[in-house]
């Protein structure tokens, strides 16, 4: 059971390249995340998945874009990164409880993005 | 503005000793309270989770407690190790009444325990 992993674990892009984050969990949950944290502020959503072919906008979507194609992944793309996607990012999942409330989110390593 | 507020930003302490970390909320409705230690270059891990009505948990040497009224949290670690130098973030989650729960993370408090 390897719990949240995610591909790659650096990376360093040019400005106006694009990249494809992957996210992967083993444990049958609904809800995947995407989030960002940068030095002094706390994690960010970026975007969210409440189920397989669904995902939503979070608090800083703008430059990114998801896909949920199949059930345990979860994509985060950058279509032309900019300096300011410089950032660590994890990934998260959870299971859903009655009600559509979530529980605790499991997180993954984490992937350090540097653009230039 | 939902806001979560975590002090101190960082300390550092003797190994052996004991420490309290504090966190204050302005979220509304509050469903519960989540403390997550980080460690250098990896992802959050869960310590505890407190619903409304729950006012202490504990796990191992670590203690959450929990005052729903006045809207504060504190977590306690009792004969720190050096391998409790890491970052720890309080989390604080709304109440909806469907989709996805909205997640209000504080910077964190950087804690250094030193032999």
């Known amino acids: 059971n390897a719990g949240v992993t995610q591909t790659p674990k650096f990376r360093v892009l040019k400005t106006g390249q694009s990249m494809t984050l992957l996210c992967a969990q083993d444990?049958?949950?609904?809800?995947m995340y995407w989030y960002r944290q940068d030095p002094g502020m706390g994690l960010r959503l970026i975007h969210y998945?409440?189920?397989?072919?669904?995902?939503a906008k979070g608090e800083v979507p703008d430059g990114y874009n998801v896909s949920r194609l199949k059930k345990q992944n979860f994509l985060l793309g950058l279509e032309s990164a900019a300096p300011s996607q410089t950032s660590v990012y994890f990934c998260?999942?959870?299971?859903?409880?009655?009600?559509?409330?979530?529980?605790?989110?499991?997180f993954g390593p984490g992937t350090r993005l540097t653009v230039t | 503005k939902n806001q979560v507020e975590q002090s101190p930003q960082s300390l550092i302490i003797l190994e052996g000793k004991n420490c309290t970390l504090q966190?204050?909320?302005?979220?509304?409705?509050?469903?519960?309270l989540r403390w997550y230690k980080q460690d250098t270059g990896r992802g959050p891990v869960s310590l505890t989770i407190m619903t409304f009505s729950e006012n202490t948990k504990s796990n191992g040497r670590y203690t959450a407690t929990l005052d729903a009224d006045t809207k504060q949290s504190s977590l306690h670690i009792t004969a720190s190790q050096l391998s409790d130098s890491a970052s720890y973030i309080c989390v604080v989650s709304e109440t909806v009444q469907s989709g996805n729960t909205p997640l209000v993370f504080g910077k964190g408090t950087r804690l250094s325990v030193i032999a």
């Open positions: 998260a999942s959870s299971y859903r409880l009655a009600g559509g409330r979530t529980y605790e989110q499991y």
């Open positions: 966190c204050n909320y302005t979220v509304s409705p509050f469903s519960n």
């Open positions: 444990m049958n949950h609904e809800y």
């Open positions: 998945s409440v189920g397989e072919g669904t995902t």
